[in-house]
C-alpha cells in the first residue's frame, strides 16, 4: 500500500520558510505572489493490511508536530 501524507502549518502559524520564498520569487520577478506557505510531503510504501490506526500513529508521533501542523493521508 503506497501513501502520501501532507503535513502543513496550521493557521496562524508564522512561515519563515514561506516568506523566505516568497521574498526569493519577488526577487526573481515574480511579483504577482502575495502568500507562500511551505509544508512536507512524505511518500510511505506499508504493508498491506496496514491499519489507519497505526498510519494515524506514524503521523501523530513522527511525521507532524500537531502542536503546529495539520496533516493528511493520502492512499495512492
Given amino acids: 500500500m503506497k501513501l502520501r501524507i501532507i ?3 496550521k493557521n496562524g502559524v ?4 514561506g516568506k523566505a520564498i516568497q521574498h ?3 526577487g526573481l520577478g ?3 505572489v502575495e502568500d507562500v506557505r ?5 511518500e510511505l ?7 489507519d490506526e497505526a498510519i494515524d500513529e506514524m ?3 513522527l511525521l507532524a ?4 501542523e495539520n496533516y493528511r493521508v493520502e492512499k495512492l
Fill in 45 to 51: 510504501v506499508l504493508a498491506d493490511g496496514t491499519s
Fill in 65 to 68: 508536530n500537531t502542536v503546529i
Fill in 14 to 17: 508564522l512561515d519563515p520558510q
Fill in 59 to 61: 503521523c501523530r508521533k
Fill in 38 to 42: 511551505a509544508g512536507k510531503i512524505f
Fill in 7 to 9: 503535513v502543513t502549518l
Fill in 24 to 26: 526569493a520569487l519577488g
Fill in 30 to 32: 515574480f511579483d504577482g
